[in-house]
């Protein structure tokens, strides 16, 4: 869809239920779609099931304005500041970052082009952005560029997937305040975003704040509760489109965090945790050991570690290089030596590109297919 549709009051009065991608203003030509019950004021953010199977994520307009209110009061955006939107309106990220700046009344600004480091910086000077969203791969690129913030910028919000402190910190040098952040598209956005008053220390990737308008509580998995709270799911049932409405006022994510006090820090998913050997383990997290070994060399998310069937160890642990492992033998061997066991790795394996999201995440059920 058409970005400036979001600081649009036609569209934020509209009680026709929208699409957020597709180049599709409403749900016509969507088979199927259109004559569902229960999607008035609806927006929809297509994503994918357990299964692999197509659904939509169906969040209401009212649910989308309580999530940009909140951010914007977190970090203090008002009538004179600028957000600049940089990634595709149809996941939830660059979604709520029109919402934010309708709802402020401050300007607005789309980043045209293909995304470019170097370009990037030069586009957020001349619109003078103040705030604005990326993911991890792009802070990367503009650490990696040598790109200067201009004096204009008060908040980058990280987003996407964690932001490592050595690359957080970098970026810090660089004058761009980022902050983390951890959300995910049933709650309109962001659940926890840090303050402007983290800028005042090193960059740290956790805790995170939890927003105002959020009940949060840690059981195996997180638990959410909030007015900016997703209405439901439009999934495929024996060929047909339904619209599943979320049940009670409590959605349990398929996340693991830990909740304290200061917020909470993300821990990863837990249908990604696996065994071997007997012992319960975190691919994702050995691939951040990589990420820290690396010092730089590896792009964020340029390695995943997959897990494929073993019939001695349950599981075995595949390191997953894209386009090349130029200096990495070294922190693999590095890696192999201080880990236990039952972490450890098997033989690197190099792809062409990796299966990847709109947004840049891998795809890890695909890979997982691929190397199968």
């Known amino acids: 869809m058409d970005a400036a549709l979001l600081t649009s009051e036609r569209f934020w009065r509209g009680v026709r239920p929208v699409a957020a991608g597709g180049g599709m203003p409403d749900l016509a030509g969507l088979e199927g779609l259109e004559g569902l019950d229960g999607l008035d004021g609806q927006v929809l953010f297509r994503s994918s099931g357990t299964t692999g199977e197509p659904k939509w994520v169906a969040l209401s307009k009212d649910a989308l304005q309580v999530s940009a209110a909140a951010v914007n009061a977190h970090l203090e955006v008002g009538r004179d500041s600028v957000w600049g939107l940089c990634l595709p309106v149809h996941h939830v990220g660059g979604f709520g970052v029109g919402a934010r700046a309708w709802q402020a009344g401050c300007g607005f600004a789309v980043y045209p082009g293909k995304w470019d480091a170097g370009e990037w910086g030069e586009w957020m000077a001349a619109a003078r952005v103040t705030h604005s969203s ?72 956790a805790p995170i704040p939890v927003l105002p308008v959020w009940e949060v509580r840690a059981g195996a998995c997180l638990e959410i509760s909030g007015g900016a709270l997703f209405s439901g799911y439009v999934v495929r049932e024996r060929g047909e489109w339904v619209f599943a ?128």
């Open 134 to 205: 990326l993911v991890p791969t792009q802070v990367h690129d503009v650490v990696r560029s040598g790109v200067r913030a201009p004096g204009t910028v008060r908040a980058i919000v990280v987003g996407g997937g964690r932001l490592e402190e050595w690359l957080g910190n970098e970026a810090r040098a660089l004058g761009w305040p980022v902050l983390a952040s951890y959300g995910m598209t049933e709650a309109g956005s962001q659940i926890a975003t840090q303050g402007l008053d983290a800028l005042e220390a090193a960059y740290c990737a």
């Open 245 to 372: 409405k979320r049940a009670g006022d409590w959605f349990v994510t398929a996340d693991r965090v830990e909740v304290s006090g200061a917020g909470l820090s993300p821990l990863g998913r837990a249908d990604g945790v696996v065994k071997v050997l007997g012992e319960l383990v975190d691919p994702e997290g050995i691939e951040r050991e990589l990420l820290e070994l690396a010092g730089g060399r590896l792009t964020p998310g340029g390695c995943v570690v997959v897990a494929v069937d073993d019939e001695r160890a349950g599981k075995r642990l595949v390191p997953v290089f894209e386009g090349g492992m130029v200096g990495m033998d070294e922190v693999l061997a590095r890696y192999q030596k201080s880990a236990p066991g039952f972490r450890r790795l098997a033989d690197p394996v190099v792809v062409d590109v990796f299966p990847r999201s709109p947004l840049g995440k891998v795809r890890r059920s695909e890979l997982a297919r691929m190397l199968g």
